[in-house]
């Protein structure tokens, strides 16, 4: 592995971690949450970590927060019930654009954490189709199904935050031979690029999005105007 610097390669120093007892490091972090912003150009770890325990009405000592940068964050929480409340309330947003908030798991991974949380509509499936197998396999295109609400053609489903939302799946159903387009729905949605589905900017930002090349082309003469003038 090695690092470019001008016109120089330099070697980059491969570190080794001895093995060693790290049990009670893992126990001090049980009470833990920790979390992650998907979109950097309007989101600020240092304003989630002091607003968030009072959004959650915790703003008592009971949770303290720190930012652990790359755009994650940590809150220690001083009691067990507190963070199983807290998460009933997924999913979680902040200046309209989601923010992904799982427990602590000594996990290395990359964007760890990138998990949320979402009850999902599931639109245009046959009422006599509502049933647990086939709204959880539709589901599962989704990501992890945790709950099916069969009553209302609902799932709960865990996505990856880093990647597009999915907002329609085509479903065929073989007993009858039906072919049904399914809207999906998700529920406390806030924030997404509109032409790509991601959450991590919107469409005037987006590297695919056709009203960005404008406002790049637009940006470019004016430069170039500029420098024509000081010419």
Known sequence: MSQIRGNSVKPMLRIRVPCFDNSDIIRSLNKTLIGRITNPETQNVGSIVSVMPKIWKLDDGRVTGSDLGLGRFRLDFKREEDILEVLKTESFSFNQWMVSIVRWEPAVYKNHPCDITFWVSLVGVPR???????????GDELGTVREV?????MVKVTVNGTKPLCFEIPVRFETSGE???????????????????????????????????EVEEEKDLKMHATICMND
């Open 149 to 153: 609400d069969e009553v209302n053609a």
């Open 179 to 213: 072919e049904v387009d399914v809207k999906v729905e998700y529920e406390k949605l806030s924030g997404y690029c509109s032409t790509c589905f991601r959450l991590s900017h919107d469409k005037e930002s987006c590297p695919e999005s056709d009203l960005r090349k």
């Open 128 to 138: 006599h189709w509502w049933e647990d197998r086939v709204l959880r396999r539709i």
